[in-house]
C-alpha cells in the first residue's frame, strides 16, 4: 500500500513565526501536491510538483512556498505565519499519468491541523 | 474552469437505508472522475473512479456511473451502514496529463443504528 506521511498531526505556532510542514511518500510517486481544508470551502491546492525541483502554484499559493529536493519528500512553508492560516493541511502523492489522461488517483495523508496564535 | 458540484450536506440516514450523493461536473473534453471519503480524524481515501463515459466505478457496495451526456457521476450505496459515517468528495482530473484534481465541497453523512 502507498504510504503518506505527514511529520506531524498537531501543530501551534505562533504569528510571524516560520512553519515548516513536511511529507513524504514511500511509493516512488512523481506528483506530489499540498491542499488546505477548511469547512464549507473543501480541499483547495496550495501547490504541487511534478518532478525534483519542480513546483507550479495552485489556486491559493500567497503566503507559502515549497520544497522539493528529493523525490520523496514535499515541504510546505508559511514564511511569516498569519492567524488566517489555521487550518487542516493535507498532502497527496500521484503517478505520473499514461499518455494525456489524467486518471491516476492521489494519495493522501492523514494531515496536519494548524494552530496559529 | 473545471469545477464539481455535489450536494450540499449533511445527509443523516438509519442503517440500510439507500444512499445518494449527487455529482455534477463542468470540464472541457473527457475528464476522469472520482469518489474520495475521509472518516474521522483521517486523510481522504480514493473510493472509486471512473475514467470514460458510461464507466461504472464501484467499491465496497458503493457504485457510480459516468454519465456524459448529463455531466454527472452520482455515488450509490443499496444499504448504508454506520461505519459508513465520513465525508464525502467528487472530484475530476483534466484531460492533459497534469493530475491536479478539482474537489467539491464535500458532503458529511451520518448513519444511525
Known amino acids: 500500500d502507498v504510504k503518506v506521511t505527514q511529520s506531524s498531526r498537531y501543530l501551534v505556532k505562533r504569528t510571524g513565526e516560520k512553519v515548516f510542514l513536511e511529507c513524504v511518500q514511500d511509493?516512488?510517486?512523481?506528483?506530489m501536491f499540498w491542499y488546505r481544508q477548511d469547512p464549507g470551502l473543501g480541499l483547495r491546492l496550495i501547490y504541487f510538483?511534478?518532478?525534483?525541483?519542480?513546483?507550479e502554484k495552485g489556486d491559493i499559493p500567497e503566503g507559502y512556498s515549497v520544497s522539493r529536493e528529493k523525490k520523496e519528500r514535499f515541504s510546505l512553508i508559511l514564511e511569516s505565519a498569519s492567524t488566517n492560516q489555521t487550518s487542516m493541511y493535507l498532502c497527496?502523492?500521484?503517478?505520473?499519468?499514461?499518455?494525456?489522461?489524467?486518471?491516476?488517483?492521489?494519495?493522501f495523508g492523514d494531515g496536519t491541523r494548524l494552530s496559529i496564535l | 474552469g473545471n469545477s464539481v458540484t455535489q450536494m450540499e450536506g449533511p445527509v443523516t440516514l438509519s442503517e440500510e437505508a439507500f444512499l445518494t450523493i449527487n455529482c455534477t461536473y463542468t470540464?472541457?473534453?473527457?475528464?476522469?472522475l472520482f469518489w474520495y471519503v475521509q472518516y474521522p480524524g483521517e486523510g481522504l481515501q480514493l473510493l472509486l473512479k471512473?475514467?470514460?463515459?458510461?464507466d461504472k466505478g464501484s467499491n465496497k457496495g458503493f457504485e457510480a456511473t459516468y454519465r456524459k451526456e448529463t455531466t454527472s457521476f452520482h455515488l450509490e450505496k443499496g444499504s448504508v451502514q454506520v461505519s459508513d459515517s465520513a465525508v464525502y468528495f467528487c472530484?475530476?482530473?483534466?484531460?492533459?496529463?497534469?493530475?491536479?484534481?478539482?474537489f467539491g465541497k464535500g458532503t458529511k453523512l451520518t448513519v444511525n443504528p
Open positions: 471512473a475514467t470514460k463515459a458510461d
Open positions: 511509493m516512488d510517486h512523481e506528483n
Open positions: 510538483s511534478y518532478d525534483v525541483k519542480m513546483k
Open positions: 497527496a502523492s500521484s503517478r505520473r499519468g499514461q499518455g494525456t489522461r489524467g486518471n491516476q488517483p492521489q494519495h
Open positions: 472530484a475530476l482530473s483534466s484531460q492533459g496529463g497534469s493530475e491536479k484534481l478539482v
Open positions: 470540464a472541457t473534453g473527457y475528464p476522469s
